[in-house]
Every structure is written in C-alpha cells, then in structure tokens.
C-alpha cells in the first residue's frame, strides 16, 4: 500500500513555472513506476508524463513535450513535475499516481493522490 500526496499547484499566469512534487509513502516507492494525469472541467482525466522505477524511462503527452519534465528521487519518494512555458490549457487538476507492474501511458495505475489544482490566467 502507498499512499500519495501531491503540492504545489496555484495560480499562475500564462507563460509561467510551477513545480509539482508527490511525496510517496512506504518502503517501496523505488519499485514503482509513477505518472502525472490531469484532468480539466468537462474533459477526461489524461496521461501526460510517465517516469520508470529508476527515472532512466520517460515519456511525454505531445501537448506538454519540451515544457514539462518529470523527475524523482527515490531517496526522498518524492516524484516532481517542473512546469514550464504555462498555457491556459494547462489548467486543470493534477493526480500523482503510482504502478506496481510495467510504466508508460498502457501501464495500470493503481495508486492515487488527490490533487491539486493548477489554474493558468492571462
């Protein structure tokens, strides 16, 4: 069992940086594969960054490629979402989530954070 918890979601204008952390708990976080989902009002929650289980694997939704980078520290079970170049299509909610088996976007999530809001303006 691991229980996650997402920070750092807030308010912030077009064209700015916000920096996401999941802090994981248990002794196992090493082992898990980890994404960043979002979901945005009246749209289905999506996929938009993966990480493997020693962050040498990651992948990218093309809308958020070359503007955000997923990252962890397993000493810390901590991953990170750096946030870049913000759009107003950025806004949404943002889950943590963790795999027990396989990484990537085919892979089953099995744990979840709550959220955490992330609310681009112009």
């Known amino acids: 069992q691991v229980q996650l918890v997402e920070s750092g979601g807030g308010l912030v204008q077009a064209g700015g940086s916000l920096r996401l952390s999941c802090a994981a708990s248990g002794r196992t976080f090493s082992s898990y594969a980890m994404a960043w989902f979002r979901q945005a009002p009246g749209k289905e929650r999506e996929l938009i960054s993966a990480i493997s289980w020693n962050g040498g694997l990651t992948y990218y939704l093309d809308s958020v490629k070359g503007r955000f980078t997923i990252s962890r520290e397993n000493a810390k079970n901590t991953v990170y979402l750096q946030m870049n170049s913000l759009k107003l299509e950025d806004t949404a909610v943002y889950y943590c989530?963790?795999?027990?088996?396989?990484?990537?976007?085919?892979?089953?999530?099995?744990?979840w954070g709550q959220g955490t809001q992330v609310t681009v303006s112009s």
């Open positions: 989530a963790a795999a027990t088996r396989g990484w990537g976007p085919n892979s089953a999530y099995n744990y």
